[in-house]
């Protein structure tokens, strides 16, 4: 996480939960750290987006980066769904 969004978080919490909630939360943050980036290792990613899914044939997959639109059914077991978005072109 970018430094400056972790300190964000740190006031926003700060902000809206009791002090002891604040103190139990973020001596967990290193941990939660430490887990993702091993998972994200384990996986061979090394940045977002990242997908990890069970394929039909129930093998663990996973990819770096945005697949392309086309392949998110397979990924996600959902159908597909129309997307009218020009912007989303590049990944058509």
């Not at 700060?14 to 941990?31: F, G, K, R």
């Not at 392309?68 to 978005?85: F, G, K, Y």
């Amino acid at each position: 996480m970018h430094p400056v969004c972790a300190a964000s978080l740190v006031v926003l919490a700060a902000a809206l939960l009791p002090q002891s909630a604040l103190i139990s939360a973020t001596e967990h943050v290193p941990y939660s750290l430490t887990a993702n980036r091993s998972l994200m290792d384990a996986f061979g990613v090394n940045g977002t987006p990242a997908f990890v899914w069970k394929s039909a044939d129930e093998k663990v997959q996973a990819t770096a980066g945005m697949p392309p639109l086309s392949e998110l059914p397979a990924i996600t077991s959902l159908p597909e769904q129309p997307e009218p978005d020009h912007e989303l072109d590049r990944f058509r």
